[in-house]
Nanobody
Framework: QVQLVESGGGLVQPGGSLRLSCAAS????????MGWYRQAPGKERELVAD???????NYADSVKGRFTISRDNAKNTVYLQMNSLKPEDTAVYYC???????????????WGQGTQVTVSS
């Protein structure tokens, strides 16, 4: 059983910072990619940033220059440093992973439970 456990959400003022963490646990053979999505009320879930096993990263245009994704492969953990937060960043943030339980047995639909980020004065 694979679990993704997130932490670090909360309430912050505009211009502030938060750091999200997501740790993957269970019998994991290899993590191919980990990342963050978010879903605001009334909107579809969207990619915020992801990081592949090879180290390449992708960011949504709306967060480039403000958010930074990083990984600690030894801990199976991904982080999202969010700076210069704006009210429009308010959403539930979900950790996502694409991983293999053993050689040749892989899935790309592992999700965390979500953590609320609220940016408001």
């Amino acid at each position: 059983q694979v679990q993704l456990v997130e932490s670090g959400g909360g309430l912050v003022q505009p211009g502030g910072s938060l750091r999200l963490s997501c740790a993957a646990s269970g019998r994991i053979f290899r993590i191919n990619a980990m990342g963050w999505y978010r879903q605001a009320p009334g909107k579809e879930r969207e990619l915020v940033a992801d990081n592949t096993f090879s180290g390449s990263t992708n960011y949504a245009d709306s967060v480039k220059g403000r958010f930074t994704i990083s990984r600690d492969n030894a801990k199976n953990t991904v982080y999202l440093q969010m700076n210069s937060l704006k009210p429009e960043d308010t959403a539930v943030y979900y950790c996502h992973a694409a991983l293999c339980l053993r050689f040749g047995v892989c899935r790309n639909d592992y999700w965390g439970q979500g953590t609320q980020v609220t940016v408001s004065s």
